[in-house]
């Protein structure tokens, strides 16, 4: 056990009773654990597996306002998503960024009966989005955001001027309309931080992953999934924050099955492509457009490579998932549709992910008239539950604050901060640019500026305390493949970010994965450092790393050729 793991432990041991237990650590969780410490409580966050490693780890990496919601009528939806946007735009500006975006329009008027259908509750496929219902609905976008304007307004062009722009577009659009929202360069990070903003703010909290939280005789215990130690603990209250698995986790809690289900999940798969010809086509933008099912696609670019999604598809059951076969020929099919005359496959997908968005239990027959609006729901029992239902990335602080909310009422405490204008992890203290901070570390501490790139970029004004840990380390140069990523920096992380396995650094502490970089070699460097901080043996270590390797094959479609073990490994459902 690690010395961090050992002290959250030890906390936990020396007095079991909290205020408040939030089970489930994605972003949802992070934010409502991070809130009510922020208001004094004592809180516990209790995760099963790593912090945002289930949906979290898998969105679109879209920060915005919901533009299709208006379809469905959700006008306060999309208020609270450009408020919250912005919000993030001010509040991690490291991790979040403008994207300006272009939709193909193929057609004038179509559209606008099914939009005024959906608006009175009619549900059904959508047809075909023409220029006049995106006009209304980007007037819309513009005025909501009129007092607080951070990104330009919206824009239309004629055919020309869009092929212009974008000659390798399909050749049947008739005009196009460009607008901004944002993009996330690194979500797991984003949560990360908001942890480590409440352990500075609230040290008497604790954020515990890869334990459960379960019923013991009258009260309850929290386990340590590596050593399958238990101890007691005593909440006044849960928050339950378990998304797609949330009625499985109101069962376990309540020992019973017979609750009516809150949560009606849709499989989400994305790819990246490694296809220059398709990245610069893309021109610096997301293009937004329809696939000829009626689903909104996205294609954007993302670290030098191409980032597209997604599917929507209904799930009967939460489990980890992975995009099939089927999910990728639909996505670059789709990618086809704006991009007739560009060449690329399968061969140029480096990598894979999916994940099942918590959405309310919903009859709708088609996905995405699923509001992704979000509510809470208040169960009682011995000790209540305030349950987190639906939501989305974009609006988890909000999200986070309605449920602390009702957890103050419930316990009679008042507020004592918002979180609104809040800074997170990074973002605090952060310049107008980031090359004004890039200029500081090239001078303060010697680096290049490639490296002063990449960590404005990942820590933001952190990037400081991670440097000056870094040169205080004879291993402060890059690993092989990694290109501005040192030994230091993964030992850092290994050290001070709830790392327990080598998946944890590779996955979720850094974006390697995503981008496409890894290699046998860099995975054995990576295992060796993370090793040496975490104090594995040989064994362990070469067990962390068939599993990463196994993980990486089975749910992201990285394979090195060596050969796995055909057998996954699959913790049982608690909480």
Known sequence: MSAKRQTIWDRIARDGAFDAVVIGGGINGIGVYRDLALQGLDVLLVERNDFCSGCSAAPSRMIHGGLRYLEN??????????????????????????????????????????????????????????????????????WVTRHRRLLPKHRFDGKSATKRRWPKLTGAIRCSATYHDAWISHPERLGLELLQDAAAEAPGCAALNYACLMPEGDGYVVRDELTGQFLPVRPKIFVNAT???????????????????????????????????????????????????????IVFPFFGKVLAGSTDIRVTSASRVRCEPDEEVYILDSLRLVFPDLDFSAEDVVYSYSGIRPLPKSDQDFTGRISRGHFTRRLEGTVPQICMIGGKWTTFRAFAEQAADEVLAALERT???????????GGKAFPKAAAILERELVAEFGIGRDRAA??????????????????????????????????????????????????????RRTTLAIRGLLSPELIDSLAAVVAGELGWSAEETARQTAALLEDLKTYHGVSFGAPQSENISRSRICV
């Open 243 to 297: 998304g797609a698995w949330l009625d499985d986790a109101i069962d376990e809690l309540a020992g019973t099955d017979s609750h009516e289900a809150l949560v009606s999940g849709t499989k989400g798969s994305h790819l990246i492509l490694d296809n220059p010809e398709l990245e610069a086509a893309l021109g610096g933008h997301m293009v937004y457009f329809e696939n000829s099912d009626g689903r909104v696609c």
């Open 454 to 507: 990449h960590l404005v970029a990942s820590y933001g004004t952190a990037a400081r305390d991670l440097l000056t840990f870094c040169q205080s380390r004879a291993d402060d140069v890059p690993l092989d493949g990694a290109r501005d990523i040192t030994a230091a920096e993964i030992a850092f992380l290994a050290r001070r970010e709830w790392v327990v396995s080598l998946a944890d650094v590779v996955l």
């Open 415 to 425: 507020r004592k901060t918002g979180t609104l204008g809040r800074p997170i992890g």
């Open 73 to 142: 009528g959700e006008f306060d939806l999309v208020k609270e998503s450009l408020r919250e946007r912005d919000a993030l735009l001010c509040n991690a500006p490291h991790l979040v960024h403008p994207l300006p975006t272009v939709i193909p329009i193929t057609s004038y008027f179509s559209g606008l009966l099914n939009s005024a259908a959906s608006f009175f509750g009619v549900s059904g496929k959508p047809a075909n989005r023409g220029a006049l219902p995106i006009k209304l609905g980007l007037t819309l976008y513009d």
